[in-house]
């Protein structure tokens, strides 16, 4: 029997998986049977394997139709396959490219039964294969979109050294953009050169892109900018040449996603010395240490706010309190002017509670949005008209949006084409 490609989804097992698993049939016989679908096997390829070379007729179930196919190969072997970060990774890329060829079945499907040349389909079809896949899997989507870069484009070499947990899959996405032989050449070569060749190519990346950029930013800055924002589909790490700004929010990804540390810490150094800054990190203690321990020439952290909101139902865990906090680093430039005191004096509480947005109301674009009453509050309080305020993760916009209002300049980069859609969708201007 031939293989559907949602058996794919999970990777193969080691020699040593599938010698016990053929021990275990040879000794008890086939428990589990081989799941099918239109005469293609979808689970079960290691006991139809070990079946084979032991001489047993495999024992095949067709699966029922109901739902996805590729969730309910997803439940099976997450019931019984432990994976390693970087296979876990590897395996949420190959499911959400599994979705999304589900969904365009569906919607040829829906285009045939309608009889129209208008598109049927929805956002749960086609716009969000990436972020179902990293729920499923329990990974951010950051992770899944580099891993969804390396399955599509990475030699298979660099595939094994991602799901052998030799090297992360940020770093591989990287070298994927290189061609297969020199990724193999690479990988060959080690760790420390596969390293190595990812920070060249980001490099030359930035060497080559952000001039340009930078000149078109430069540019619009001659022209009557104030009060309008601008975001840019680029990844912040490759951000290296950026003239000093007047104040920083910066939301980056939890820990879940990595290590963002050092990006902050970058930027946090091109902040002018008269500037301010705002880092927001979750209330995971590994977390505030490491954010605790950056450092720049030019700010001090002043400050350890809090933003905490009650609006947001929980399941009530059993070990430990609920968070319904975070943490927000307030830093201050060694040349900083007083705070503006724009509000009652409540603007200026240490802890300020403010309701997470809600998407029953429509305005929450992103899972982890920060409330734009908030955001308004830090801007005001730390910038003045005509001032820039950079977001180096500016996800859907609501930073670029707030500094915009108060007439200030909101400058932003975002790696989710996708989150750039939604942010210019909600009033931010394209910056090639």
Known sequence: MQ?????????????????????????????VPIYTHEGLIVDGRHRYRACIELGIEPRC?????????????RILN?????????????????????????????????????????QICTDEDLGYSRTKAAEKFGIGERSVASAIKVTK????????????????????????????EEQREIVARGEA???????????????????????????KTKQEIFGRAFITHSDCQ???????????IADPPYFTDGDYTKIVESFLCRVKPTGQSYVFCSADPMELQAYFQLSSHALKLEQVLVWNYNNTGQRQPSSRYNSNFQVILYYRGLEAPHINKPGDGTHQYACQTVNAPDGRIGDRFHPWQKPLELIERLILNSS?????????????GTTLLAAAKYNRVGIGYEINREFVD????RGCEYVV
């Open 238 to 248: 490759l951000i290296v040449d950026i003239p000093p700004f007047d104040l920083l």
């Open 384 to 396: 003045n008209e005509g001032q820039i305020v950079l977001d180096p993760f500016a996800c859907t």
């Open 153 to 180: 484009h990475g030699d298979d070499s660099l595939k094994q050294s991602v799901e052998a947990g030799n090297i992360a899959v940020s770093v591989a996405a990287v070298v994927a953009d290189l061609p297969a």
């Open 193 to 219: 050169e596969i390293l190595r060749a990812a920070k060249e190519i980001k490099l030359r990346k930035s060497e080559k892109n952000i001039a340009t950029r930078q000149e078109r930013i430069i540019e």
């Open 61 to 73: 179930e067709e699966w029922d139709g109901v739902g996805s196919l590729c969730e309910f190969v």
């Open 78 to 118: 997450a019931e019984r396959r432990h994976l390693d970060t970087g296979a876990k990774q590897m395996a949420a890329a190959r499911f959400a490219i599994e979705l999304e060829k589900e969904a365009k079945v569906r919607q040829l499907k829906n285009l045939k039964n309608a009889g129209s040349s208008v």
């Open 422 to 425: 939604i942010a210019i969708r």
């Open 3 to 31: 293989f559907h490609s949602v058996a794919g989804i999970f990777p193969e097992m080691l020699p040593e998986e599938f010698a016990s698993l053929k021990a275990s049939i040879e000794t008890n016989g086939q428990r």
